[in-house]
Structure formats: C-alpha cells, structure tokens
C-alpha cells in the first residue's frame, strides 16, 4: 500500500512539473512571438508606402469621377497604425476596394489589356492580404508584393494613355493628308496604275463560197 502510494505521488509530481514545464514553454514561445511581432510592425511603419502614379491629363478626362479608384487610391495611400491587426484589416479593404474598381473601369479603358493587368493588380493585393496573415509575417515577402503592385498601377496608367494615344493617330498624324499624298504620287505616275485589259480581236473566219472548196468524191 506504501509503494503504491508511492507511486501515486510520483506520477503526480512528474505530471504537475510535466505541465508547469508546458506552460513556461508556451509562454515563452508567446514572449518570443510579441517580440517578433514587435519588429515586424516596426518595419511594417518604417517601410509601407505605395507609390502610385498620377493620370495624365487626357487620362482624367476620359477617367471622369471614377470613384471606385479614388477610394482605392485613398486607402493605398494611408498607412495603418498599430499593431498586425490594423495591418491585416488594411489589406483586407484594399481587396474590397481593387475588385470594385475592376468592376466599374471607365468605357473608354474598357479593353482586354486593361482589364488583364487589372487582374493582375487585385491577384497581388490578395497575396498581399495573405502574406500579412501569416504568423510571423514575412516582412521581405511583403515589401517585395508591394513593390510588384505599384509596377501593376502603372502598367493600368500607362495602358491608359496608349489606347488615347492610339485613338488620336488619325487626327495627330493626319490621316486625310496622307490620303492626298498618295494621289499625287498616284498622278505623277500614271504608267505605275494598272491598265485596263486590252480587248481581244477574234480572228475572221474565212467564208469559202460553195463549189470552190475541196471535193471529195464518195467511194463506189
């Protein structure tokens, strides 16, 4: 019964270190996480910023009140303060707002090209949304998709005064000039036009008169 008891005790006592040991390694592991979580917010502040472009001239104008990209624009520009949580509810709404902005692009930069890297641009803000909600954060990681957004907006912009300056040929360069220019090249070198086809002389069929041709005599 001693022994037993003994025993008891024992596993009792290897249980209750077995579990304070547990907890001091669970809290340690926390401490080190706050103090990871700690830098990584650090260089979060020090280095979030987008660096998106502005619209020429021409492009506002065919832009009119796009107010889906003014939202988006605002939301990029402002840096969230606090901790990760203010970080991962940022570019949670910078996802809402991309993907709104898709959806209402201007008629006039309604295009396949458009369309495409602005497919590209709300893909790299969801990883970036997904990369923020890693624990630990990987900071690198993120500043390199960051970068990769801003390339996608002005790739968007720069596709924006393409299709203008694509749609402005004609009048830029001018076009019914150039129509006039070929004419008169057309007209200094007539033997240069193709000729209508000659007209073909049927040969004249020569009549015999009757008893003047070849005779030939029937066999007996």
């Not at 008891?5 to 009792?12: C, D, E, G």
């Not at 008169?184 to 000729?195: F, I, L």
């Not at 069929?205 to 041709?213: E, K």
């Amino acid at each position: 019964m001693k022994y037993l008891k003994a025993v008891i005790i024992v596993l009792l006592s290897f249980a209750l270190f077995s579990c304070e040991d547990d907890q001091q390694q669970r809290i340690a592991q926390a401490k080190r996480i706050e103090r990871q979580n700690d830098s990584i917010v650090k260089a979060l502040n020090k280095n979030w910023k987008f660096s998106l472009p502005t619209a020429s001239a021409k492009a506002q104008q065919q832009m009119g009140s796009w107010n889906e990209w003014d939202q988006l624009r605002n939301e990029m520009l402002q840096k969230p303060a606090g901790d990760l949580s203010a970080y991962r509810q940022k570019t949670k709404n910078l996802v809402a707002k991309a993907e709104m902005a898709r959806n209402t692009i201007p008629a006039a930069f309604s295009k396949p090209q458009v369309k495409s890297r602005f497919d590209v641009m709300v893909t790299k803000i969801k990883s970036l949304h997904t990369f923020v909600g890693v624990d630990p954060v990987p900071a690198k990681k993120v500043f390199e998709i960051m970068g990769s957004i801003d390339k996608e907006a002005a790739s968007i912009f720069n596709q924006f005064d393409e299709i203008i300056r694509i749609k402005e040929i004609p009048k830029e360069e001018g076009e019914q000039e150039m129509l006039k220019a070929l004419d008169t090249v057309r007209m200094a070198n007539p033997e240069a036009q193709p000729q209508p086809p000659a007209s073909i002389s049927q040969p004249t069929r020569r009549i015999t008169p009757a008893g003047h041709g070849n005779f030939i005599r029937p066999k007996n």
